[in-house]
């Protein structure tokens, strides 16, 4: 079953904060972060295993919430380059990689 | 290093014909899947696949066929392609953790469209 991703598109301004989440209805055993650029492959981002673990890749985090099954990802100090569509996969520790719908990220100037 | 390499990138099909989509990484990857992107649905798993010989249905595996002979590739099949199997078509790999894959590399996705 896909993960549900909430907000479905948000827009922003150079240098400002967002957050995108991502739940199931399903326990989880990992939670993996994609972006996707109009017209190519979606680009991995991180990945956040069993435990609440949180992570970061530049100025872009996640944590994970195992018990809620649930994880956020942080947009921090936007930049141009990271607008995009991000999708969350999440798996149950059965090789069944699920994706949700994407959030589609806008940054301007 | 070539990474996920997949053919063709752009194919078009008559209702009823059958076709391969091919799919073949270089980096030793054990985990091998296949996913269809449709607007506004995400990334859908078809089929994966842990190691040569074992391969297992996804989310929508109905219409399509997979099989596993070698570590490096892992082909896609359509045996009577209907309108509905129009879709970007990407192909993914990984090593394979415990009960799951890790950080997965796609292939640049084949753009099918069925008549």
């Known amino acids: 079953q896909q993960p549900v991703q909430s907000p479905q598109a948000v827009i922003l301004r150079e240098g400002e904060d967002a957050v995108i989440n991502c739940s199931s209805s399903?326990?989880?055993?990992?939670v993996h972060w994609y972006r996707q650029k109009h017209g190519e492959a979606p680009v991995f981002l991180m990945i956040?295993?069993?435990?609440?673990e949180q992570k970061g890749h530049e100025k872009i985090s996640a944590s994970f919430n195992e018990k809620k099954q649930q994880s956020s990802l942080y947009l921090t100090a936007s930049q141009l380059s990271y607008s995009g569509t991000y999708f969350c996969?999440?798996?149950?520790?059965?090789?069944?990689?699920?994706f949700g719908a994407g959030t589609t990220v806008t940054v301007r100037a | 290093n070539a990474g996920v390499t997949q053919t063709p990138k752009f194919q078009v099909l008559k209702t009823g014909q059958s076709m391969t989509l091919q799919c073949a990484q270089d980096?030793?990857?054990?985990?091998m899947s296949w996913y269809r992107q449709d607007p506004g649905m995400g990334l859908r798993l078809i089929h994966y696949?842990?190691?040569?010989?074992?391969?297992d249905q996804g989310e929508v595996p109905n219409g399509y066929n997979v099989s596993r002979s070698t570590t490096e590739d892992f082909p896609l099949r359509l045996l009577s392609a209907a309108p509905s199997q129009t879709s970007v078509y990407f192909c993914?790999?990984?090593?394979?953790?415990?009960?799951?894959?890790?950080?997965?590399?796609f292939g640049e996705g084949s753009r099918l469209t069925v008549l």
């Open positions: 399903k326990a989880l055993y990992s």
């Open positions: 996969g999440t798996d149950s520790n059965d090789y069944k990689l699920s």
């Open positions: 993914a790999s990984s090593y394979s953790r415990a009960g799951g894959a890790g950080e997965l590399f």
């Open positions: 696949s842990v190691g040569a010989g074992i391969t």
């Open positions: 980096m030793n990857h054990e985990y």
């Open positions: 956040l295993l069993k435990g609440g």
